[in-house]
């Protein structure tokens, strides 16, 4: 079982649709993470919570809008998507330095 | 800056036999280095670390060892099972929030 939860699972949205990715996390841990995955690929670094501050913005387009409400929570906010940006979108966290713990995704489908 | 550079696959084997997956690395500093696993529909999960020169990182039978002579990190496992079957990451982590990836090596095991 993963400790970082994310919901959902699977989503499909219409490129007018607005939409939200949630990750929620009880590990105490005060850094984190989304990540976008394409097929085949690593993930890639979008945005970087610290201490419920942005603390990195990877030059993401402002379609995609981060928010951590609490050390707990982190939110992606989807607006205006295009095909492209249909993915494996992952939540991860950790604490300093120590290793990524990471959820188990949502699999984004634009229509 | 700072890359991963793992070897190419996919990789494929009989059930019990030997897997090496290569990985080298460039980083400026004292990089951590970590091998993370990928199943099938699942988020990233950390394999193994090694945070200092020497150090071996072991889990699961998977090995690795941090070689800064040769700048490698290469993951061994002696019997393969199929439940192996997955993507590898190799990983490094030189400060801060960004950990830099391979591009991932797929493994098939055949029963």
């Known amino acids: 079982d993963t400790e970082v939860t994310q919901t959902p699972k699977h989503l499909v949205m219409g490129m007018t649709n607005k939409k939200s990715l949630k990750c929620e996390q009880h590990?105490?841990?005060?850094?984190m993470y989304w990540y976008k995955q394409k097929a085949k690929k690593p993930p890639e670094l979008m945005f970087v919570?610290?201490?419920?501050?942005?603390?990195i913005n990877e030059s993401v387009p402002s379609r995609f809008s981060p928010e951590c409400p609490n050390s707990s929570l982190l939110n992606l906010h989807l607006h205006a998507l295009q095909p492209e940006d249909s993915a494996l979108y992952l939540c991860?966290?950790?604490?300093?330095?120590?290793?990524?713990?990471f959820g188990n995704g949502t699999r984004l489908t634009v229509t | 800056g700072d890359s991963v550079t793992q070897m190419e696959g996919p990789v494929t084997l009989s059930e019990e036999a030997f897997l090496t997956i290569n990985c080298t690395y460039t980083a400026t500093g004292y990089p951590s280095l970590f091998w993370y696993v990928q199943y099938p529909g699942e988020g990233l999960q950390l394999l193994l670390k090694?945070?200092?020169?020497?150090d071996k990182g072991s889990n699961k039978g998977f090995e690795a060892t941090y070689r800064k002579e040769t700048t490698s990190f290469h993951l061994e496992k002696g019997s393969v099972q199929v439940s192996d079957s997955a993507v590898y990451f190799c990983a490094l982590v030189t400060g801060g929030f960004k950990t830099i990836f391979g591009a991932g090596t797929r493994l098939f095991v055949k029963a």
């Open positions: 919570y610290s201490y419920e501050k942005l603390s």
């Open positions: 991860a966290s950790s604490q300093g330095l120590s290793p990524l713990h």
């Open positions: 090694a945070t200092k020169a020497d």
């Open positions: 590990m105490g841990h005060r850094a």
